[in-house]
């Protein structure tokens, strides 16, 4: 360690920026010859010593401060994770500063005592700190140090972007998603990092799909007109195999209004409720036997006005009897594969009673027109009595998973909850805690931060570089749905005819 002597500011370090530390210096007088006493002014003999000369009395000065740095001084490779701590034996810290090679300032804060001080926050990857100390002994002697040392530099930096957009207005089955810039190894490290704040609390849970993926929900759907907050504080945090992370990132979303609409593919009817009430029943047409709709709770995904569908991207291709490429109107996206509601007046006549398309859901253009109007990311549409059932992963699939199950998909559940959970549905005669899309109650669902909005844009997945997710992993592409030329470029498959 390396000890330069220099005169000391009396500066301390407040968040982010040094601050003052009042220290009041204390001298100590030391009297030679004889100590000052109270009667009448006189002054008490010295005493002789047995030689007989005379010996003043003394008293030795104290110490100075010992200072000490962690890191030590020189230090390398040193992790994200690591607090700053400088201690003071014997005296009173004065002046702490740390600041990084370009200019900044680590935020930190000083023990109720004087001696200690520790960083707040995490530190940079591959940057290097100077420390610079000061301290005074009780007689008022200062000390000063100056260290230095270095940061590890990551194999891959660990980034976060969230769904849904910061501010968004989302439906009450959004769920919050995360997506890592980088794979995950330690998932309980990453997961104690992540927190959701809701003005009407709800419990929930972090289900993991991949080691890039995480998703959060509610045991029930959202509370309509909760207003939520995600926080991914990943600064600092060591993710395993060399990742780290190294930024922050929170973001904010309300709740709209309940919008549960359920799909069935033997009545041939469409039936939406709002806030509970049913509004809205129309007929439509769902996927032909060849190319049955998926059945399960969709989430809807985005929104565009218009698509060019293009069964040649799925695999269907000019010539065949069931090709088709077509610029189709009112479209709400509900799966990656590329299946939507939409605007079919080409199939108006066999709607309410016949199944027709090559896998979304066809609804006559006003039909389609006022959906369109009414959806927004996060609603949930429920389809039933098709012989396929939809996907994990196709889209945004969370509420077709019970909750013990969503529990078993956490890296921080323990058995105990996940058994308890178990019991609790065994004890209601069903596994999923799932409400259904007729009794569902008004939930809307969070925000996050993508490039485009996506209640306008075809790629509702697709966030901004910064802060928004990037496309997931979609699922893949099936002869139900053909590709869609302005489909996300990610997710495969698109709008089915």
Known sequence: MRDRSRSTASVAVARRRPATLAVAALASLVVVGGVAGCQSGETAAPRPSSSGSVVPSSVAPPPAAMLAVTPADNSAAVGLDQPVTVTAEGGTLTTVTVTEAGGGTLAGSLAASGDSWTSAGALKAATTYEVSAAAVNSDGVPTTLTSTFTTLTPTKVLGTKIAPLEDETVGVGMPIVIYFTA?????AAVERRLSVEASIPVEGAWHWYSDTEVHYRPKQYWPVGDNVTVNADVAGVDAGKGVWGESDHTAHFHVGDSHVTSVDAKTDVMTVRVNGKVVKTAPVSLGRDKYPTTSGIHVVLAKTPSVVMDSATVGIPKGDPDYYYETVLWDVRISW?????????????????????????????????????????????????????????????????????????????????????????????????????????????????????????ASPASPSATSSPASPSPASPSPTSPRSSSAPATPTGSPSG
């Open 183 to 187: 794979p995950v190894a330690d998932r």
């Open 337 to 457: 594969s590329g299946e939507f509601v939409h605007s079919a007046p080409w199939s108006v006549g066999d709607q309410g009673h016949d199944n027709v398309s090559h896998g979304c859901v066809n609804a006559a253009p006003a039909v389609a027109e006022w959906f369109y109007n009414l959806s927004q990311r996060g609603d949930i549409v429920q389809i039933e009595n098709t012989p396929r059932p939809l996907e994990s992963g196709n889209g945004w699939t969370d509420w077709n998973m019970s909750w013990s199950d969503w529990l078993a998909g956490s890296a921080l559940a323990t058995g105990a909850d996940i058994d308890h959970a178990r019991q609790a549905e065994a004890a209601q005669g069903a596994a999923p805690t799932t409400p259904s899309a007729a009794s569902a109650p008004v939930t809307p669902l969070v925000s996050s931060t993508p490039t485009s909005q996506a209640s306008t844009s």
